[in-house]
């Protein structure tokens, strides 16, 4: 039985490609183009169209500047850079004290060895602490300065028997 499936395959592969070859040999018909005809266009209106108006939009209100008291982050910056510098300072003068008494006794030699790397930390702390409080008194300055407002000057000057005398006043 195994034989007949194998020749029988062998027929359908030559038939196949007899079939193959002849569709190379003959030139593919050209397709038919059936002429149709085609409606004409409906006629097109060439009248302006009319003019279409958005609807006025109210202008937008400007958002009033914050005034720089209600800032919250320079008083931050203040208070932190104030209390590292009172902490740092308060430590720094223990350890001083330390640092002084410590040729007094040998206890108090003991407990100093450490203060010359505490006197470095703190000095290094209290810049830390000046540079925030800088700062904070700095953005202050910053958001008074955007501050839109009237900025009014006085300058005065008085002559007597002692001397003179110049004062100035005003808004900064």
């Not at 003068?93 to 040998?106: A, I, K, P, V, Y």
Request: with cysteine; hydrophobic share 45%.
């Amino acid at each position: 039985m195994r034989p007949m499936r194998m020749y029988l395959l062998g027929c359908l592969l030559l038939l196949g490609s007899a079939r193959l070859a002849r569709a190379q040999d003959e030139p593919a018909p050209a397709p038919e183009v059936k002429a149709e005809a085609t409606p004409e266009p409906p006629p097109v209106s060439i009248a302006p169209p009319a003019p279409v108006r958005a609807p006025a939009k109210p202008a937008p209100r400007p958002v009033p500047p914050t005034p720089w008291y209600k800032d919250w982050l320079a008083p931050l910056l203040v208070v932190a850079g104030g209390v590292l510098i009172l902490a740092s300072s308060i430590d720094f003068t223990d350890q001083r004290n330390r640092l002084d008494q410590s040729q007094e006794s040998w206890l108090l030699h003991q407990q100093a060895l450490g203060s010359p790397d505490h006197l470095i930390a703190d000095s290094v702390v209290i810049g830390v602490g000046a540079a925030l409080a800088l700062g904070g008194v700095l953005r202050w300055g910053l958001e008074a300065r955007r501050e839109k407002r009237q900025r009014a000057l006085s300058v005065g000057a008085a002559l007597d028997s002692h001397g003179g005398r110049l004062t100035v006043g005003g808004s900064f």
